[in-house]
């Protein structure tokens, strides 16, 4: 069974900065890309960032630009993706999904098949 673990999630004031991580199994994803994404309560899921195989960035929501980077890790075993953002604000109250494609190159929600549990992300006013 294909997995995706988050983690670092949690409550932060505005203006603060929080560092996402997401383990997935480098059988699996080594050659694929893969890509953060959040849902806020009654919106729709958002892709926010997409890296292909290698690390590079791919695709980064104007929303997010400036403020939130992401970086991979192909380690032997495990890849670790991370989501690191800086200048939060309220409206990125959400939870945050990791998530896994079965292309080297993904930029759209629909490219994505496997997801982790999700990540609440609290940013308070």
């Known amino acids: 069974q294909v997995q995706l673990v988050e983690s670092g999630g949690g409550t932060v004031q505005a203006g603060g900065s929080l560092r996402l991580s997401c383990a997935a199994s480098?059988?699996?994803?080594?050659?694929?890309?893969m890509g953060w994404f959040r849902q806020a309560p009654g919106k729709e899921r958002e892709l926010l960032a997409s890296?292909?195989?290698?690390?590079?960035?791919?695709?980064?929501a104007d929303s997010v630009k400036g403020r939130f980077a992401t970086t991979r890790d192909n380690a032997q075993n495990t890849v670790y993706l991370y989501l690191q953002m800086n200048s939060l604000k309220p409206e990125a109250t959400a939870v945050y999904y990791c998530?896994?494609?079965?292309?080297?190159?993904?930029?759209?929600?629909?490219?994505?098949?496997?997801w982790g549990q999700g990540t609440q992300v609290t940013v308070s006013s």
């Open positions: 480098a059988r699996t994803f080594s050659t694929y890309a």
């Open positions: 890296t292909r195989w290698n690390g590079a960035t791919t695709y980064l």
């Open positions: 998530a896994g494609s079965s292309t080297p190159i993904a930029t759209r929600t629909s490219q994505y098949t496997c």
